[in-house]
């Protein structure tokens, strides 16, 4: 048996020990975790600076040398995360329904942990303690394989937690941590049927295709968030700005900023003109098809890549459209599933727009930015599902938990027998 | 692009006119189709008796052939289980959550269908229609892809959900019958990533492998059901008996058939003798382990392969254990996350069985034959899902839809910004 799948099966059978806690005792050991993590703040962040400096010496830089980095702030904020997931309410057990039926039968539906849920993700520490936490709080077991340049900060922290385990009289294989896979062994995990339950795949879309190829288990897919703000002939044109400008400006390196701008034609000409100087003093370039770049002699021209493209960047895709059809339309053909915002006044039009898109989260004269797990009630998220399966939007602890059915009687059988 | 492709599309394209018909418009379409297949009836008879015909010609009898074969009272029932999908409560819009947040968003969780399903199934033309009734309430258009023995008949059936279709305005191809696939196309299918938002395979575990195998579409398993009656030492034994009897004996083909009995050392002495006269009386062989070969002479020899069967048959494997953990370690083991049944007067053990097995559906004091869509609430189902994830036991036309969030506000952003 391979080592992969001798820690795979221990992960499984560590899964009905924190399946077995009640919800005080995981609120506990989270709490306990969040202290783990505090605790060894100068070892995690002594691993991480092992961490920065391969990879600087690998030539990584920019936004992907930030997203490796760890500091005193950042440890504190992993922890404080690990301890908000311990706040929040436990799914497992919920009875989400309950019916008597006509013969006496009382139906339940009542919420369970799926069991081993696998995360294969990317550059980010946070994401090994984040989603232990709420692996953890919907009672599942999880394996996690992190990207190879963080693999001292995430082995620091995957010990924090692993402390807090056994304090708990917990096996640390309930937190699985992976090291360095191969490609090969990648693949033996994606497709461990009878271990792995759900596998989350977060990261670039190189690793979600690859997850998405490779995978017999059951994958939720996290994938790009090409997502647009529709400004109708009837919206508040200052409204609109503000949701742009919150959309592409903010923040625009995350999955729920701005990608494309869709104008409705009678509107464009007061809005584009307004929308392109502020965004052009925030440093976006823009990217139009002709009608736009007449109202915005300095856009460039948009390519059917720009229109399908996640910049994550300040880069903005920019379409006239004779009307919301058209708007529903474009969506349809190149969106990603991810977020949609209208912005407008007319209720029907809202409505219209709302019901023919079937994108994770639609919006109505509201920020893309607010399509996250956090913003949206959910108290923390494991990422933003574009599979339309399970769970499609923002995914909490609820969406790692899944309904069975109880049901308790007095002896009642279908097909009533004489005894002989 | 291969026919199977064009046709497939074809599905995909046709699934919004689905979705956007109201519940009042969904409902007369379906009850129309139950018109259609009552108004072709004969015709239907008659394709069924070129299917009955080639598959005798084949050698194909007993059970197979009778699963293939309708006759006038078969297809009313077809015809009338089509219409009670028709009166079900309509899933679609659904908002089964609402908050609004601090800052005033409006957060609201609908159902939307998943999009396009893909059937794949045996033998069972009846499968055809319920499977096009459940999949439309739900929204969705649907790829049936049957087996080709019942090919005259689903062609049949589907013409008759094509007139109803046309009559409404809609494209034919929401119900998509794919007419005999090859083995590649089987798979080329299965892998539509673009068309087919589920796949459920039903019928036999080498159809249900062959999908898994194949599947790159996300796929829920409708896998078999190795069910479980646990007699504890302080059941009610007439109760037990009457579960078992029910359970074993009232319909065994089925998959919440019992297959498996366990029962506590304590019971055994009084429960095993008259367990065992009344399942002789019916006709039922009997297989144990030592002990209760001890109690059942006649009982044979239970192997590893007998506890973890699916026999669909009048045979049970019978095993006497301990203590309730030992049933529980024994489900675990050898169950497939089903259906199982405790017996018992102990409401501290009940909850014990409840908590410690995470099997699709538990049930104290109840025969297994309830874990069933219709019998459990649900109306109707389109199988019993063994995969947890999504839908987790019988799955009605709920469970063909997803919850999406739709968010509506007045301008909120995430970080105001200062207007130039």
């Known amino acids: 048996m391979s080592e992969l799948r001798t820690r795979a099966?221990?992960?499984?059978?560590?899964?009905?020990?924190?399946?077995?806690?009640?919800?005080?005792?995981?609120?506990?050991?989270?709490?306990?975790?969040?202290?783990?993590?505090?605790?060894?703040?100068?070892?995690?962040?002594?691993?991480?600076?092992?961490d920065m400096e391969a990879a600087a010496a690998k030539g990584v830089q920019g936004a992907l040398l930030d997203r490796l980095r760890l500091d005193a702030a950042r440890v504190a904020a992993i922890a404080a995360a690990v301890r908000e997931v311990a706040a929040l309410p436990d799914p497992v057990g919920q009875v989400t329904r309950r019916e008597t039926?006509?013969?006496?039968?009382?139906?339940?539906?009542?919420?369970?942990?799926?069991?081993?849920?696998?995360?294969?993700?990317?550059?980010?520490?946070?994401?090994?303690?984040?989603?232990?936490?709420?692996?953890?709080?919907?009672?599942?077991?999880?394996?996690?394989?992190?990207?190879?340049?963080?693999?001292?900060?995430?082995?620091?922290?995957?010990?924090?937690?692993?402390?807090?385990?056994?304090?708990?009289?917990?096996?640390?294989?309930?937190?699985a941590l992976m090291r360095d896979l191969s490609r090969e062994a990648m693949v033996e995990l994606l497709q461990l049927t009878d271990v792995v339950d759900l596998a989350i795949p977060r990261g670039g879309e190189g690793l979600i295709r690859f997850v998405a190829e490779h995978a017999r288990v059951p994958v939720i897919k996290h994938y790009k968030g090409v997502c647009h703000l529709?400004?109708?002939?009837?919206?508040?044109?200052?409204?609109?700005?503000?949701?742009?400008?919150?959309?592409?400006?903010?923040?625009?390196?995350?999955?729920?900023?701005?990608?494309?701008?869709?104008?409705?034609?009678?509107?464009?000409?007061?809005?584009?003109?307004?929308?392109?100087?502020?965004?052009?003093?925030?440093?976006?370039?823009?990217?139009?098809?002709?009608?736009?770049?007449?109202?915005?002699?300095?856009?460039?021209?948009?390519?059917?890549?720009?229109?399908?493209?996640?910049?994550?960047?300040?880069?903005?895709?920019?379409?006239?459209?004779?009307?919301?059809?058209e708007a529903i339309a474009h969506i349809r053909r190149y969106g990603s599933d991810h977020t949609e915002v209208i912005a407008t006044r007319d209720a029907a039009a809202a409505e219209r727009f709302v019901h023919a898109l079937r994108s994770a989260v639609v919006m109505v004269n509201v920020s893309s930015r607010f399509s996250d797990g956090g913003e949206l009630g959910l108290g923390a998220e494991i990422g933003i599902s574009t599979t339309r399966l399970h769970a499609y939007g923002p995914m909490g602890a609820e969406a790692l938990t899944v309904e069975r059915f109880v049901v308790r009687g007095e002896g009642q059988v279908r097909h009533p027998l004489r005894r002989d």
């Open 230 to 325: 529709y400004v109708d002939r009837d919206a508040d044109l200052q409204l609109a700005l503000d949701l742009l400008l919150d959309g592409k400006t903010s923040r625009p390196g995350v999955c729920n900023a701005l990608e494309t701008l869709l104008v409705h034609r009678d509107a464009a000409g007061a809005f584009l003109p307004m929308a392109g100087e502020a965004l052009r003093a925030r440093g976006v370039e823009l990217r139009g098809d002709e009608r736009t770049r007449a109202l915005l002699p300095a856009a460039g021209p948009a390519t059917e890549d720009d229109y399908a493209a996640e910049f994550l960047d300040l880069i903005l895709a920019v379409r006239v459209v004779d009307d919301l059809d």
């Open 9 to 50: 099966l221990a992960c499984r059978d560590a899964a009905p020990a924190v399946a077995a806690l009640d919800a005080g005792a995981r609120a506990a050991l989270l709490r306990d975790m969040a202290a783990a993590i505090e605790a060894r703040g100068e070892a995690i962040l002594a691993a991480n600076a092992r």
């Open 101 to 175: 039926r006509p013969n006496g039968l009382r139906v339940e539906r009542v919420r369970i942990p799926l069991g081993v849920v696998a995360m294969i993700y990317e550059a980010r520490p946070n994401v090994t303690a984040d989603a232990a936490a709420l692996c953890l709080k919907a009672g599942n077991a999880v394996i996690l394989r992190g990207g190879s340049e963080a693999l001292h900060s995430n082995t620091a922290l995957a010990e924090a937690l692993h402390g807090a385990l056994r304090a708990h009289g917990l096996p640390e294989a309930a937190v």
